[in-house]
């Protein structure tokens, strides 16, 4: 008992030690004032720094193109410096960047992962891996027009995919489907060059043997550090001929097969597809949404097959009221596509960037009207919602709508 009354007026003297202190910051600063050079300060080292890890836009321009399957490439990017970007933000393995371009005349917002490591950051590049869609607006034309020397404007690294030692486990499953892949080759890379104590079982799902991206060298890095890296390639193809994959789709049953749900750390890049399927597979063994991250996949493709969204909205054509500084304009709307698509249709360009309702960038204001909202993509804090705030990338018009958007940031 004594012992307990001692530990006690030990943690008391401190609090007050504390408090007493708190109230004399005030006269403490005013004598460091006093004290300090009137003399400004010439260079700011701490903001440079600041600058560097989050410039508002990186100028990068092509350096290498490397065909990976016969619909994917990887692209090379270095500082464009000419535009003065120094040097390249440095990143978590895991994270995107967000691409801007103009394409004829339309200003669009895309986030692409980085698949090179962090330390290739440090070397002078990024690495991106872009999949051609078949009926893909920017891909499309990145494939016909991108060469080398070609410039790109793009972000600071984003997203939440990475690990995180106070919130993860050391045992990560990195769930992939098609160009998901990339985020776990960075993942992979990174746990290897720096000796992290991490062991990565990616389960890596494709259609067809011919759309496998990064084979060989994850491969590679599985035979020489076998300790950290496991790689399960799943085909749901008919036939299979590669040796050692399993056939079918990522269930609950191969999760199982492959690693122990209850010691892991899920990690899930992909399709949107592919996310309502695992979905379901990772409800089936009672993880805990806590050990589950996503990348952001952009928008939904299909939102009219979303079971919430109002039926008898598909099909419609809406106006939408536009308020973006001082201008003021009225344009047309598809109930289909999302508002942020609306907008870049009429070469509005707002702000834009993860596409997916998670970063808040392009977040806007309702000023009358009503819109519908994904619940599986709806980030927005209870007091948006309560003021009126949404984030067009994932809402939709299902009436005349008026909104206020942000100047182009």
Request: aromatic share 8%; net charge neutral.
């Amino acid at each position: 008992m004594n012992d307990e009354k001692e530990e006690l007026k030990v943690k008391i003297k401190g609090k007050i030690r504390d408090l007493l202190a708190f109230s004399k910051l005030t006269s403490t600063r005013e004598k460091k004032f006093k004290k300090a050079s009137a003399t400004p300060i010439e260079k700011d080292d701490i903001k440079e720094l600041s600058e560097d890890l989050h410039p508002k836009y990186q100028y990068l321009e092509i350096k290498e193109i490397r065909d990976n399957t016969k619909s994917s490439k990887t692209f090379k990017l270095i500082p464009n410096h000419v535009l003065n970007t120094r040097e390249l933000a440095y990143f978590r393995a895991g994270q995107y960047l967000s691409l801007k371009v103009n394409v004829d005349g339309h200003n669009i917002t895309r986030p692409y992962t980085i698949s090179s490591s962090p330390s290739d950051a440090l070397e002078g590049f990024y690495e991106i891996t872009i999949k051609r869609e078949e009926d893909g607006f920017l891909t499309n034309y990145i494939f016909k027009n991108w060469e080398v020397g070609t410039k790109i404007t793009a972000s600071d690294p984003q997203g939440f995919l990475y690990y995180q030692p106070l919130r993860d486990l050391s045992n990560i499953v990195g769930i992939a489907g098609g160009s998901g892949i990339t985020a776990f080759r960075s993942i992979a890379k990174d746990i290897v060059e720096n000796k992290y104590d991490l062991q990565l079982t990616i389960l890596y799902g494709c259609s067809e043997e011919d759309d496998i991206l990064f084979f060989e060298e994850l491969k590679e890095l599985e035979k020489k550090h076998p300790e950290k890296i496991k790689l399960v390639i799943i085909l749901s193809c008919q036939e299979v001929k590669l040796e050692g994959c399993e056939q079918g789709f990522i269930t609950s049953e191969l999760i199982e097969k492959h690693c122990k749900p209850e010691e892991s750390t899920f990690f899930i890049c992909g399709p949107q597809a592919m996310y309502d399927f695992v979905d379901k597979e990772i409800e089936k063994l009672g993880i805990a949404h806590d050990k589950v991250r996503k990348e952001v996949y952009g928008e939904v493709k299909n939102i009219a097959e979303i079971p919430a969204f109002p039926k008898n909205e598909v099909g419609k054509t809406y106006k939408i009221k536009v308020q973006m500084g001082n201008l003021v304009k009225e344009i047309p709307a598809n109930s289909t596509d999302s508002i942020l698509v609306s907008l870049e249709k009429a070469k509005l360009a707002p702000p834009s960037s993860c596409r997916s309702g998670e970063c808040g960038y392009c977040r806007s204001i309702l000023v009358s009207g009503n819109i519908f909202v994904n619940p599986k993509s709806d980030g927005r804090r209870e007091a948006d919602k309560l003021f009126n705030s949404f984030h067009p990338c994932s809402s939709y018009p299902i009436s005349n709508i008026e909104i206020v958007v942000p100047r182009k940031k």
